[in-house]
Each structure stands twice: as C-alpha cells, then as structure tokens.
C-alpha cells in the first residue's frame, strides 16, 4: 500500500532506510521565496517579505494594498491574502484540496484559481465576501492558470485536453469554454 510520508509541501530526494526498516533518512528539500514589493516610482527599492511558491504560484493583486499569495501553512497548497501595509497574511482557503494559479477579478473581491475541490483540476470562483465556492469549469480536461481579462467579463485559462495544452475563454461566470488560437 502507498500513502503519503508527510504532509508538508517540500520535495524529497534520496531514500535510505536502516537495515531493520525501522527509520528513513531523506534529503528535504525546499524552495525559499519572498514578495517583493516597489512602486512604479522607483523599482529598484521596495520591501520584501516571506511568501511561498509552489509548482503554479499564486500571484495576484486583489486591490492596492493586498496581494493574494500561495499559501501552504496547513499541508496543503492554499491561497493567503497578504496585506502590504502591516506585512501580515491572513487564510484566503484553508481546505484539504489542491490550490493555484489566483487571479482577481476587478473591481470585485472575487478570486479565481485552480482547485482539485471537486476530484479534477477546476477553476474555481471564491467571494470573500459571502464565503461562498463556485465551480467554472466541469469535464475531463485539467484546467488551470487564470487570468481575468481587464473589463472582468471573461476568463482566458489553460485547459489540458488529452495532455494537451489549449488556452479557453469563458464568461467569469462560468460554463463551457471556447478555444483560443491554434
């Protein structure tokens, strides 16, 4: 039977196990990473504080003073919403799914992201505001890196089908995506 050995976010390369099985020695290793903050008045300098990145960091500004981040502090790859002002990071989702790839829809408080909550690879719509999930996107494909276009009506993403990868449009409301491109 397989299962799992840890719950953290970190890779693991290199496995030994004493002679009895009895213990294992592994090399952990883990990506360090911090947020960078400047403004436009002057790139070079700015603040940085700690962050996370996973496989498909979540990156996104949700309005001028927080930015929405990936988070990992339960085990699983979540979302944090870090407030610039007072360096601190609040949970953004705090579930045992798989979570990435954020974007903000303007003028809203909404973000969308990928999320394993419903067995597949989905986006996803969270409202801070009512705590409520929608899911966008249904099916077989793994539909994943958001991205809302500047009026806030549509949604480009990438969407795997059969390991491949095809960008989609759909409305931000959801529903069945059209192929971009070729």
């Known amino acids: 039977k397989i299962h ?3 719950k953290d976010l970190a890779g693991y ?5 004493t002679r009895d099985g009895q213990s294992l020695a592994a090399i952990k290793v883990e990506t360090k990473a911090s947020l ?6 002057d790139l070079t300098t700015g ?10 960091p979540a990156l996104a500004w949700s309005d001028a003073q927080h930015v ?17 002002a007072n360096q601190a990071r609040s949970t953004l989702t705090n579930e045992p799914y798989a979570e990435a790839g954020a974007a903000t829809v303007p003028g809203a408080k909404s973000v969308v992201f990928g999320s394993t909550r419903s067995g597949g690879f989905h986006l996803w ?3 801070p505001e009512s705590n409520t999930y929608t899911q966008l996107t249904f099916g077989a ?13 549509s949604i480009v993403y990438t969407a795997y089908q059969a390991n491949h ?12 995506g059209t192929q971009i491109g070729t």
């Open 68 to 84: 929405v981040l990936s988070s990992g502090s339960n085990g699983f790859p979540n979302l944090s919403l870090f407030d610039v």
């Open 4 to 6: 799992d050995l840890t």
């Open 125 to 127: 719509k969270f409202d």
């Open 13 to 17: 390369m290199g496995a030994s196990l």
């Open 165 to 176: 990868p095809h960008l989609q449009k759909m409305a931000i409301t959801g529903g069945a």
């Open 141 to 153: 494909n793994y539909d994943e890196t958001p991205v809302i276009t500047p009026d806030g009506k």
């Open 47 to 56: 603040q940085s504080a700690p962050a996370e990145a996973g496989e498909v």
């Open 36 to 41: 960078w903050i400047s403004s436009e008045a």
